[in-house]
């Protein structure tokens, strides 16, 4: 049927052109044009603003409202803020700061400065610096999105000897500004409840994740104590009812209570805060080496920039590493330790609880919801602050200096060993296995390192080969979609050509018999279409190994690769687009009033290997998406058995009963 409609579209775009009936061309003109005003293009596309509409999203309008709190706390104009979580889910954050203005701004007299910060984007005071020297808001998007994604918004302000209040709700003011009564007190409460028609009505603030972040802004700011009060009936693990968060000691009271009196591998942690006159901003750090490590981790890293967490990482922690790995090793040349040159950043941090907080001007973050730093003024800030500390810390007990030196270079040593066996066992590996024909191996012997790009087809296959590195990258391409091992029997699945295939170029066997040691890959990549059947593949591939060896997810073994599905050219600029959404992003940010030519990718074989390359495999510019698990694993086979197994009427009631929020996603 495919194949007969193809040659019916190939044979009437041969045919002489014939004469179009006015009805048969849909109508477009001026009224199709859709203009959104206000806060309707975050109503519109929320994920643009905080990444989605999840319970982490909902969660991420509390960070926004707590991060303008703790700006003003910074600034040294508030000392204590209150958060409060109502019995009916709404969300209360009261600071004693210097309050929003209220007097009518210059730009809109007939409105007050509060509601423009409430109701137009890029609107606030952290753009010219003037008014806040660091900050850890969206810069004037965070507050009005907010108010753009609740349902209701309260805000009381005290300032200039009154009490003044306003409501708002889905983004418009639904009340004047209004003058309530004198008052001698100062700052601002902003009540929020999130809208339901956005979040859904089972998504709810969960008590336990808003008390741990309430808890840490007190440990990243010494001068502001938070309050904590909740009423709500969603109280579990252990979460107190009420708290007051105060920690003179910062992060080093932070590390304390992680490290929990365990044993450490010096007598005290290096920490300390620098702070840099001018721009430069401030620093403070706590760093302690435990061989027990933290609860179910090794080691951990956790960063903050101007009080937000940068759980993604970023240059701020690039400095912390590089400032430990050139003081340690330069502890090592001064007592005549060789193996020092062995060590890296890596075996530093393996056993090592690392906490870096920097408060920096203008802050550069990727993506909306800020999860990486970028700025680097933060590195070289980082780097200056803490090269000679912790030269002074490592000189001035040096019998606890050598004992971090010998742990840290055991930690090294287990590094080499381990990639020593595995480069054997690699080998070994190579030299008995039957390799599968079609996969293009990498040169490297070592499984780290190394990865496999798991590809649609012999068309993808070849622009992949083309666009790889020899060394490190290899090819696997598949015939089409595999076997959906939800569905089939043990035989069908055992016997499957392709799947035997893909293990052997693993190395791995399945179920039991799946030993990490015996990977051949450090990553394994699918890389299928950016489209529906790419994704369908890319399912098939994720419920095989879910199914298979779950041990390699949970490892973070797994990825995905993001190629774009769109080429946007305009002026000899170029950039791409991962799907719609990111597509009408890049035409309302980058070619905003333009009209760039828009090319559609069909597949992965189509991508000239360059642009491949450039786009999708190149470590330096691609973005993968890690495979992972949630903590409670039983919801994910509920889930997979229900659109992947043999109960299609399983699938049909999922899809019945979320029919709704594929409506947008479906092309006519």
Same mark, same amino acid.
């Given at each position: 049927?495919?194949?007969?409609?193809?040659?019916?579209?190939?044979?009437?775009?041969?045919?002489?052109?014939?004469?179009?009936?006015?009805?048969?061309?849909?109508?477009?003109?001026? +009224?199709?044009?859709?203009?959104?005003?206000?806060?309707?293009?975050? /109503? +519109?596309?929320?994920?643009?603003?905080?990444?989605?509409?999840?319970?982490?999203?909902?969660?991420? !309008?509390?960070?926004?409202?707590?991060?303008?709190?703790?700006?003003?706390?910074?600034?040294?104009?508030?000392?204590?803020?209150?958060?409060?979580?109502?019995?009916?889910?709404?969300?209360?954050? %009261?600071?004693?700061? /210097?309050?929003?203005?209220?007097?009518?701004?210059?730009?809109?007299?007939?409105?007050?400065? *509060?509601?423009?910060?409430?109701?137009?984007?890029?609107?606030?005071?952290?753009?010219?610096?003037?008014?806040?020297?660091?900050?850890?808001?969206?810069?004037?998007?965070?507050?009005?999105?907010?108010?753009?994604?609740?349902?209701?918004?309260?805000?009381?302000?005290?300032?200039?000897?009154?009490?003044?209040?306003?409501?708002?709700?889905?983004?418009?003011?639904?009340?004047?500004?209004?003058?309530?009564?004198?008052?001698?007190?100062?700052?601002?409460?902003?009540?929020?409840?999130?809208?339901?028609?956005?979040?859904?009505?089972?998504?709810?603030?969960? &008590?336990?994740?808003?008390?741990?972040?309430?808890?840490?802004?007190?440990? *990243?700011?010494?001068?502001?104590?938070?309050?904590? /009060? =909740?009423?709500?009936?969603?109280?579990?693990?252990?979460?107190?009812?009420?708290?007051?968060?105060?920690?003179?000691?910062?992060?080093?009271?932070?590390?304390?209570?992680?490290?929990?009196?365990?044993?450490?591998?010096?007598?005290?942690?290096?920490?300390?805060?620098?702070?840099?006159?001018?721009?430069?901003?401030?620093?403070?750090?706590?760093?302690?080496?435990?061989?027990?490590?933290?609860?179910?981790?090794?080691?951990?890293?956790?960063?903050? =920039?101007?009080?937000?967490?940068?759980?993604?990482?970023?240059?701020?922690?690039?400095?912390?590493?590089?400032?430990?790995?050139?003081?340690?090793?330069?502890?090592?040349?001064?007592?005549?330790?060789?193996?020092?040159?062995?060590?890296?950043?890596?075996?530093?941090?393996?056993?090592?609880?690392?906490?870096?907080?920097?408060?920096?001007?203008?802050?550069?973050?990727?993506?909306?919801?800020?999860?990486?730093?970028?700025?680097? $003024?933060?590195?070289?800030?980082?780097?200056?602050?803490?090269?000679?500390?912790?030269?002074?810390?490592?000189?001035?007990?040096?019998?606890?200096?050598?004992?971090?030196?010998?742990?840290?270079?055991?930690?090294?040593?287990?590094?080499?060993?381990?990639? @020593?066996?595995?480069?054997?066992?690699?080998?070994?590996?190579?030299?008995?296995?039957?390799?599968?024909?079609?996969?293009?191996? =990498?040169?490297?012997?070592?499984?780290?390192?190394?990865?496999?790009?798991?590809?649609?087809?012999?068309?993808?296959?070849?622009?992949? %080969?083309?666009?790889?590195?020899?060394?490190?990258?290899?090819?696997?391409?598949?015939?089409? +979609?595999?076997?959906?091992?939800?569905?089939?029997?043990?035989?069908?699945?055992?016997?499957?050509?392709?799947?035997?295939? !893909?293990?052997?170029?693993?190395?791995?066997?399945?179920?039991? /018999?799946?030993?990490?040691?015996? *990977?051949?890959?450090?990553?394994?990549?699918?890389?299928?279409?950016?489209?529906?059947?790419?994704?369908?593949?890319?399912?098939?591939?994720?419920?095989?190994?879910?199914?298979?060896?779950?041990?390699?997810?949970?490892?973070?073994?797994?990825?995905?690769?993001?190629?774009?599905?769109?080429?946007?050219?305009?002026?000899? @600029?170029?950039?791409?687009?991962? $799907?719609?959404?990111?597509?009408?992003?890049?035409?309302?940010?980058?070619? %905003?009033? +333009?009209?760039?030519?828009?090319?559609?990718? %069909?597949?992965?074989?189509?991508?000239?290997?360059?642009?491949?390359?450039?786009?999708?495999?190149? &470590?330096?510019?691609?973005?993968?998406?890690?495979?992972? *698990?949630?903590?409670?694993?039983?919801?994910?086979?509920?889930?997979?058995?229900?659109?992947?197994?043999?109960?299609?009427?399983?699938?049909?009631?999922?899809?019945?009963?979320?029919?709704?929020?594929?409506?947008?996603?479906?092309?006519?």
């Amino acid at each position: 049927m495919a194949k007969a409609v193809q040659a019916s579209l190939f044979d009437d775009a041969l045919a002489p052109a014939r004469p179009v009936s006015p009805r048969a061309v849909s109508a477009y003109s001026a +009224k199709d044009i859709e203009v959104l005003e206000g806060l309707e293009p975050v /109503r +519109k596309r929320p994920g643009m603003y905080i990444g989605g509409v999840d319970e982490r999203a909902l969660h991420h !309008l509390f960070a926004e409202v707590l991060d303008n709190a703790m700006d003003e706390a910074v600034a040294g104009h508030a000392r204590l803020i209150e958060v409060e979580l109502d019995a009916d889910g709404a969300l209360t954050v %009261k600071d004693d700061g /210097r309050g929003m203005p209220v007097d009518p701004h210059p730009k809109f007299p007939q409105l007050s400065a *509060l509601e423009v910060i409430m109701t137009v984007l890029h609107s606030g005071g952290k753009f010219s610096g003037k008014a806040y020297e660091t900050s850890g808001g969206l810069h004037g998007v965070g507050v009005s999105v907010v108010n753009a994604l609740s349902k209701r918004v309260e805000i009381t302000v005290w300032k200039d000897g009154f009490e003044w209040r306003q409501a708002f709700s889905q983004g418009r003011a639904t009340t004047r500004l209004e003058q309530i009564a004198p008052s001698r007190k100062h700052g601002t409460a902003l009540t929020f409840a999130p809208d339901p028609a956005i979040f859904g009505e089972d998504v709810a603030f969960r &008590p336990a994740r808003l008390y741990r972040m309430a808890r840490s802004k007190a440990y *990243l700011f010494r001068g502001v104590e938070i309050r904590w /009060r =909740c009423a709500s009936e969603r109280i579990v693990d252990q979460t107190p009812a009420e708290a007051v968060f105060r920690f003179p000691g910062g992060l080093s009271d932070y590390l304390a209570e992680t490290v929990q009196g365990a044993e450490t591998i010096t007598p005290e942690p290096f920490a300390g805060r620098v702070e840099r006159s001018g721009e430069a901003g401030a620093v403070e750090w706590a760093v302690a080496w435990t061989p027990a490590g933290f609860g179910e981790a090794d080691g951990f890293m956790r960063s903050y =920039c101007n009080t937000v967490p940068t759980p993604e990482g970023g240059t701020h922690e690039a400095g912390l590493r590089a400032v430990l790995t050139r003081g340690l090793k330069a502890w090592a040349e001064l007592t005549s330790e060789r193996r020092g040159a062995l060590i890296t950043a890596d075996d530093i941090l393996a056993q090592a609880g690392a906490l870096i907080s920097v408060f920096v001007r203008n802050p550069e973050f990727q993506g909306q919801t800020k999860e990486r730093l970028s700025s680097v $003024d933060a590195q070289r800030l980082v780097e200056a602050a803490l090269r000679d500390p912790f030269d002074h810390w490592l000189t001035a007990q040096p019998k606890a200096a050598s004992a971090l030196l010998a742990f840290v270079i055991d930690r090294a040593e287990e590094r080499l060993k381990r990639r @020593k066996d595995k480069e054997v066992a690699r080998a070994s590996a190579t030299r008995k296995l039957r390799l599968p024909g079609k996969l293009a191996d =990498c040169s490297n012997q070592a499984a780290e390192g190394a990865e496999i790009f798991i590809v649609e087809g012999d068309s993808a296959g070849g622009s992949a %080969k083309q666009a790889r590195d020899r060394r490190t990258q290899a090819i696997l391409p598949l015939r089409g +979609k595999i076997l959906n091992v939800a569905s089939a029997t043990a035989d069908k699945t055992d016997g499957n050509k392709e799947l035997a295939d !893909l293990m052997l170029a693993l190395g791995v066997g399945g179920g039991a /018999r799946y030993r990490e040691d015996d *990977l051949r890959y450090e990553r394994i990549i699918i890389m299928t279409d950016a489209d529906v059947d790419g994704a369908h593949i890319a399912s098939l591939l994720i419920t095989f190994f879910w199914r298979t060896m779950p041990d390699l997810i949970r490892a973070g073994r797994l990825y995905l690769a993001l190629p774009p599905l769109y080429r946007l050219s305009h002026g000899g @600029k170029s950039e791409y687009a991962r $799907d719609e959404a990111h597509k009408d992003e890049l035409l309302e940010t980058v070619f %905003k009033g +333009k009209k760039p030519d828009i090319g559609r990718f %069909k597949g992965l074989g189509e991508m000239m290997p360059a642009q491949l390359k450039e786009t999708t495999m190149d &470590p330096a510019t691609r973005t993968l998406a890690r495979v992972s *698990l949630p903590r409670a694993e039983e919801p994910v086979e509920a889930l997979v058995e229900t659109l992947m197994g043999r109960r299609p009427e399983l699938r049909y009631a999922f899809i019945q009963e979320n029919a709704e929020f594929a409506a947008g996603d479906v092309d006519v």
